[in-house]
């Protein structure tokens, strides 16, 4: 079995229909639920069934807990490029958001831990990208089976997203893989509404 830690986004964000239209117009087929962007490469376990999950499910639930303790800023996060991966048959279209350090602490600490806890991780596309960081996050908005598609969705995002792009930020979910698609299985944490960053999300948005 593979898993994967999430962070949401909220579908109310007032960037969100763009996003929503440049995806249906572009998506070749719907790998992802789009809603999410993983904060590590999924990671697996050779013996699970022999050790207690639900403890460990709640020691990850804590250290994103303690990361996130009095972090208002992180109710929107910013992406400020657009990026793409290919392999030999499909290609993605993804955009690069500028972390927060204590999200970039979450993630060296939820790495560290599933390590430590006898987790392997997955090698990602972006992963063999970039070697020396496995942890440079990317959010895949559309899935291509051919690069000349790639090519053309890349020239519209580029003319159609005006960056920095900055969206509302819902929950991070623990997820397991399955041949249906993500399986939520738990929420580690809900981040809460802030007044003043949805009226910097307005005032970015009307610029």
Known sequence: MKYFIALTFSPHSLSWPLIESFSKRFETFPKSRFFEMALLPPFGHETLSEIPVEDLWDDLGEI???CMIGVDELNLLTFESIDFTTGRRSASLSFRPKLNDNLYHCQEALKEFLKDEGFQFKKTKNRRKNPDNDLDLMWPVAYFNAHHELELALSVAQSEFQL??????EAIYLYEKTANGPKVLRKFFTFAPNTANLELERYHFAG
């Open 64 to 66: 994103i807990e303690n």
């Open 164 to 169: 920095p792009l900055i969206l509302r930020t």
